[in-house]
């Protein structure tokens, strides 16, 4: 509870100034926040309310703001500034990756031990097992208002499991919410045809599926031999049942088209990451649901898989009812978030679509649905702002991770403050 | 004096072994020194004459009026008046136009702006798409290639070259890259489309040339005779200056035609002498300090650190030299020499006296550096740095001139300069901001309205329609 008390101090009375009345501290029962007459501001618009907070989860919120708080809340001014559920990134390499050029700190890359000799298929490889809580890119990345992340692996056609961190704690255990949540493929240009990278997939979700029916005969070695390693296709049998998603990087609109006339008639669910030209699709893309990862900054042919990329992909995506997400697929630049979710507003997608794309969409998509909103019984993941959380002069005033008030510092603002006059004193 | 002779000035008091006759006067807006050129100066007036003809065409008259007008020399007319004739700034000022001329347009509720320069890109030498044809940024075959021209490199298709404009861009330096001690000659090139390099040099603009310390030259070249450390890359740099220094002294005094042609050399002695400016990719304080001290041995003027990540930690030793800093405004941790990147590093030099640029290093960021000003601006006062728009402005306007020498002639809105400008649809620190309209010499160069066909021929005819 002092732990409670004292992150409280740091995280929100230093600049909102509000940690006011509290009272004394509780002694029993969960710790709790009442964050007063704060503008929720979400898909759905924005109002003012009052928001409880009690123990990790969001405990009511109130639209008659103003409230009297509890016996043992924690009162946090929230008049004038604004609140969101906290940003998702559902794709970086947060926890994997401490200097992207030094290989020692470098955990992305899951070529296995075990299996095919191409190293083009690592489905069975688990990223969360590598993931360093204690990297200093959680406190850098969460200072912008980015509280959870997927953390991706990368290499090969097939690139094994990603994992649905929240950016807390220093435990893996207490991080990381659900590994697997994702399996990971790559579409697009490389040194073999990209025809051959289809097949690698093709050939390994068909196997999956012919598995699940003869786990037992292979057990008893009476199946002709699969193609696909065996640990494999013991990873990818719920992706082929689509139990778990496959997120397939890929930018090229006739890629896009490729994925979908290959996986026609199964159970996948598909999202696209990238996705450049996905807009040219997009009609496709809504009919089967699948929904689509991009970066709203792309725009520029950076490859001839991307010549029809343009600024408004987000909103034309979401206009035709596909379900949009924004990513950095970055690790250190996972706190540019929400500058790309505002140049997707520039680029024509409304506010409340843009605000869903960074919260609610992700946590759906990924089967996390109490996290990316700010309601009853969802994770108190919580971001409170000066202002529009897109606009580059706001600045985050408070933050909440599992309902608790985390410090809003960062090896960063350690270097700042020691750098504040020099030489340093 | 001229802030460059002030430089050198100071170079000279701190007891470099110099070979200069005489200060570089290498800022146009400042040349009023109607000397004779010097016989190398004759050798480097003939390597930049040109082939195809620049473009003379300028635009005005013409009146942007009802607007808010950002200047980037400290003034701000809310709304005020910018008259454009002959290519150039006639006038500005608060209000409306005493004397407008030629069409008068309202940009109420618009913001008018410098163009944005960007004084380190690789558009151009490292051109989108991105492939093996395209990628002429790095001649990495020796640590020292001082003798490579990124204006033979450059090429003016570059899709990217565009959506520079459609940012606010209307002049950018590109460089060589990095991966060698010294990687060459940068150009200054004026964002009006043209079939070559040479149409596209910014008339006046002094070269660049490119230097880089730290981890690049020893990762590039450490398995290939070296340099393999940070020892190696300073004594490259150092044993180069040596090299120049001789060469000048062998040819003092020769005429123009007497002189052996040596490229390398030639590039050397305009840093040595200040003909060319100096801008170094450097992202650790150490490095930057080391590097200091071999150019001071030889007289050489840092104009600039590039990539300056750490420049925060020495922020009074650059800004008492006039060295200013150019660096993003929240990159870091890519590599080990960028792990102690704060996004407060351009409010902290600005604060201490520097000039603070933002550049962009990259074709995305090049087409959002507003943004990115607007971020460090932020940063900045979040951290209780006094900071006015107009100084975050200045970061990605006046300063990149400053440090590319063009200051007399662009990077900010007075009378007089070249009239490149942006009308912005909302406040330009805005993540909403659009530019509407970019003007180069008076030329409106883009219009977000307009359907227009692509700048580059490899766009023209793409399917890229449904």
Redesign the interface.
């Known amino acids: 509870m002092n732990a409670l008390r004292l992150s409280s101090l740091l995280g929100v009375a230093l600049t909102a100034g509000a940690a006011q009345g509290a009272g004394p501290p509780s002694t029993a029962g969960p710790p709790c926040a009442l964050i007063r007459g704060v503008t929720l501001s979400d898909g759905a618009g924005d109002r003012v309310v009052d928001v409880v907070v009690r123990g990790d989860r969001v405990a009511a919120v109130r639209i008659l703001a103003g409230g009297e708080p509890e016996p043992g809340c924690d009162v946090i001014a929230g008049a004038g500034r604004v609140l969101t559920a906290g940003l998702v990134d559902p794709y970086t390499r947060l926890g994997l990756v401490e200097v992207d050029l030094e290989a020692p700190t470098v955990d992305t890359d899951l070529r296995a031990p075990f299996q095919d000799p191409s190293g083009q298929i690592r489905a069975s490889v688990r990223a969360d097992l590598a993931y360093n809580p204690r990297s200093s890119l959680i406190g850098v990345t969460r200072l912008e208002g980015v509280t959870s992340a997927i953390s991706v692996p990368s290499g090969g056609v097939i690139s094994g499991r990603s994992f649905w961190v929240d950016l807390v704690g220093a435990r893996q255990g207490t991080a990381i919410q659900r590994a697997p949540v994702a399996m990971h493929a790559s579409l697009g240009p490389r040194q073999e045809s990209r025809a051959s990278a289809f097949q690698t997939i093709d050939v390994a979700l068909r196997e999956a599926r012919d598995f699940a029916t003869r786990q037992r005969e292979w057990a008893k070695n009476q199946t002709p031999g699969f193609l696909t390693p065996r640990l494999d296709l013991a990873a990818l049998l719920p992706v082929a049942k689509g139990e778990l998603p496959l997120v397939v990087t890929v930018d090229r609109a006739s890629d896009i088209e490729g994925l979908l006339r290959m996986t026609a008639g199964t159970p996948l669910r598909l999202v696209i990451a990238g996705g450049a030209e996905a807009w040219l699709v997009r009609d496709a893309l809504a009919q089967r649901k699948v929904a689509v990862i991009l970066d709203p900054l792309t725009y520029g042919p950076g490859s001839f898989d991307q010549l029809a990329a343009r600024p408004d992909n987000a909103a034309l995506l979401h206009a035709a009812g596909v379900a949009v997400m924004f990513s950095t697929f970055s690790s250190h630049g996972a706190r540019k978030l929400r500058q790309l979710a505002g140049n997707a507003v520039r680029g024509g997608l409304s506010h409340a679509a843009a605000l869903d794309a960074v919260t609610r969409v992700p946590a759906e998509v990924f089967g996390l649905a109490d996290h990316g909103r700010v309601a009853p019984g969802a994770i108190a993941d919580l971001v409170l702002w000066s202002g529009d959380p897109f606009e580059l002069s706001t600045r985050v005033e408070g933050l909440w991770i599992h309902g608790r008030s985390v410090p809003l510092t960062s090896r960063q603002t350690a270097l700042r403050d020691r750098y504040r006059h020099v030489p340093p004193r | 004096m001229s802030r460059a002779a002030v430089q050198w000035a100071a170079v000279l008091a701190l007891g470099a072994a110099g070979c200069v006759t005489r200060p570089a006067t290498v800022d146009p807006g400042a040349t009023s020194d109607p000397a004779a050129p010097t016989p190398l100066e004759a050798l480097e007036a003939r390597a930049h004459a040109s082939v195809e003809a620049p473009d003379a065409r300028v635009g005005g008259p013409f009146t942007l009026e009802g607007g808010t007008v950002l200047t980037a020399t400290g003034e701000r007319y809310a709304p005020g008046y910018v008259v454009v004739e002959g290519g150039r700034i006639e006038a500005l000022g608060a209000g409306k136009a005493p004397a407008p001329k030629g069409t008068v347009l309202d940009v109420a509720g618009r913001f008018v702006t410098p163009g944005l320069i960007d004084v380190h890109s690789h558009l151009g030498v490292m051109a989108?798409?991105?492939?093996r044809g395209s990628d002429d940024v790095n001649e990495a075959t020796a640590p020292n290639t001082a003798q490579v021209w990124a204006e033979h490199g450059f090429w003016p298709q570059d899709?990217?070259l565009e959506?520079a404009a459609r940012g606010g861009v209307t002049t950018l330096q590109a460089l060589p890259g990095s991966a060698n001690l010294i990687g060459g000659r940068g150009v200054t090139v004026h964002l009006r489309p043209a079939r070559g390099a040479r149409a596209m040099r910014f008339p006046g603009a002094p070269d660049g040339v490119k230097m880089a310390c730290g981890?690049n030259p020893k990762?590039v070249y450490g398995g290939k005779g070296g340099p393999s450390t940070r020892m190696g890359n300073i004594a490259g740099h150092r044993a180069a200056f040596a090299d120049a220094q001789k060469w000048l002294r062998d040819n003092k005094g020769k005429a123009a035609a007497e002189v052996a042609r040596d490229l390398k050399m030639e590039t050397l002695a305009a840093a040595l002498e200040g003909r060319a400016l100096v801008h170094v990719h450097c992202y650790r304080a150490d490095d930057m300090l080391a590097f200091l001290a071999a150019a001071d041995e030889f007289g050489v003027a840092v104009k600039a650190f590039h990539h300056a990540l750490e420049a925060?930690?020495?922020?009074?030793i650059l800004a008492a030299r006039h060295i200013a800093v150019a660096t993003w405004a929240?990159?870091?941790?890519?590599?080990?020499e960028?792990?102690?990147?704060?996004?407060?590093t351009l409010a902290?030099v600005a604060e201490?006296g520097g000039d603070a640029i933002v550049h962009s290093d990259s074709?995305?960021g090049i087409?959002?550096l507003n943004?990115e000003a607007?971020?460090a601006?932020?940063s900045g006062?979040?951290?209780g740095v006094k900071l006015t728009d107009d100084d975050a402005l200045r970061w990605v306007t006046l300063n990149p001139a400053r440090a590319l020498g063009i200051d007399g002639e662009v990077g900010s809105l007075e009378v007089g300069k070249r009239a490149d400008l942006v009308v912005w649809d909302r406040d330009p620190?805005?993540?909403?901001?659009?530019a509407r309209w970019v003007y180069v010499d008076g030329l409106r160069v883009i219009d977000v309205d307009a359907s227009s066909a692509p700048w580059s021929d490899?766009?023209l005819g793409?399917e890229?329609?449904?």
């Open positions: 989108s798409p991105h492939l899709p990217g959506r981890e990762r925060y930690k020495i922020r009074d929240d990159w870091w941790g890519f590599k080990l960028a792990y102690d990147g704060i996004p407060e902290f201490a074709g995305e087409q959002r943004q607007a971020k601006l932020a006062r979040a951290a620190f805005s993540v909403y901001a659009r490899l766009e793409q890229v329609g449904e």
